[in-house]
């Protein structure tokens, strides 16, 4: 295998020339050049990337921390992220800490330990002190750490707004509002305006309150059978796509029709929600958005090429489905 003295010996230069034309740092005359890069295809030599990254005291990689990449939102999350990362020359190593502590803590540790340049946590299972006491790249998706830590995430105030006026448009008086609330978490914020919006128009609220940190199939399940046997007279639900697609399914098993009897209103938009019958009325987030991002951030972090904000919202969108009547959103209700 060549080597970059070999390289240098071939095109009659020194190292540190193609060095600079390996790295792209540092001028080196045209003709110079085309030399070097004639003889890097003639030796077909390929650069020691792990030799070139501890030289620069970088690895390349980039740990992206989910909680379960079973879940819909956090598996096209990780894929749009890898993606953007890939296009701008970083590996990505993909975290699944399955709503465990230590799992989190261990891929958090190999940030100190020189072993990823940086991390991009969507998994919020320990302490914020954790992520602070760590004086390095972090990108927080969603949680807000305070401003040490860029925070990217989702308008969920217009979100929560929106599903609450479709909510009232639709006549809804008794819903169902499936929550799972973690500290920090922006996520909160359309749990909180969407409740205060519907008991200023006095609708009954029922909520049900899920595990945070849990997304497992079965756990849905459960949380809407018990939905379906202790509340009576529900003509709406707000709720994260999974747990409101449960929740339809087993009412529509008990005759209930959509959106005749039931307005089903999902949070997320993720492809799931377009795949069933009826198709449903959602709040999308942006997956692209916030993975472009997350990205972004966090390799001016690594360069300290710019200035990043502390906090950096994206928009969200409505998916008029057909488990509830058209409406106009105009803020008037």
């Known amino acids: 295998m060549a080597s970059i003295r070999d390289v240098a010996q071939k095109a009659g230069v020194g190292v540190g020339t193609v060095s600079r034309v390996i790295n792209g740092s540092g001028y080196v005359a045209e003709d110079t050049r085309k030399k070097i890069e004639s003889a890097i295809r003639e030796l077909e030599y390929t650069p020691n990337e792990l030799a070139r990254n501890l030289f620069k005291n970088r690895t390349g990689i980039i ?20 993606i953007a990362l890939y296009k701008a020359g970083y590996k990505v190593m993909i975290c699944n800490t399955i709503g465990s502590s230590n799992r989190e803590l261990d891929y958090l540790n190999m940030l100190d330990r020189n072993m990823v340049d940086g991390i991009i946590t969507g998994s919020h299972t ?15 998706l969603d949680q807000d750490f305070g401003p040490e830590i860029p925070m990217v995430g989702s308008d969920h105030i217009y979100g929560g707004r929106a599903a609450a006026e479709i909510i009232l448009k639709n006549k809804c008086r008794k819903v169902l509002h499936i929550t799972g609330v973690a500290p920090n978490v922006a996520a909160n914020d359309r749990h909180a305006i969407f409740e205060s919006i519907l ?52 009412a529509m098993e008990a005759g ?78």
């Open 63 to 82: 740990g992206v921390l989910v909680p379960d990449l079973d879940h819909p939102f956090f598996s096209a999350f990780a894929r749009e992220t890898e």
């Open 126 to 140: 320990l302490h914020v002190e954790e992520y602070l006491k760590r004086k390095r790249t972090i990108v927080s």
């Open 199 to 250: 008991a200023e128009h006095g609708v009954e609220i029922v909520d049900l309150m899920m595990e945070w940190n849990k997304f497992d199939h079965q756990a849905y399940w459960d949380a809407a059978r018990e939905a379906i046997r202790k509340c009576d007279g529900i003509d709406g639900v707000f709720a994260a796509d999974q747990p409101a697609l449960c929740y339809m399914h087993l």
């Open 256 to 333: 209930k029709r959509v959106p005749e009897d039931l307005k089903v209103v999902a949070y997320d938009g993720m492809d799931i929600t377009r795949l069933c019958y009826p198709q449903v009325t959602s709040i999308d987030q942006n997956i692209r958005f916030l993975a472009d991002t997350c990205a972004s951030t966090v390799i001016k972090l690594i360069d300290g090429s710019e200035r990043v904000p502390h906090k950096q919202i994206m928009s969200v969108e409505v998916h008029q489905g057909k488990t509830t009547n058209p409406v106009v959103l105009d803020g008037n209700f």
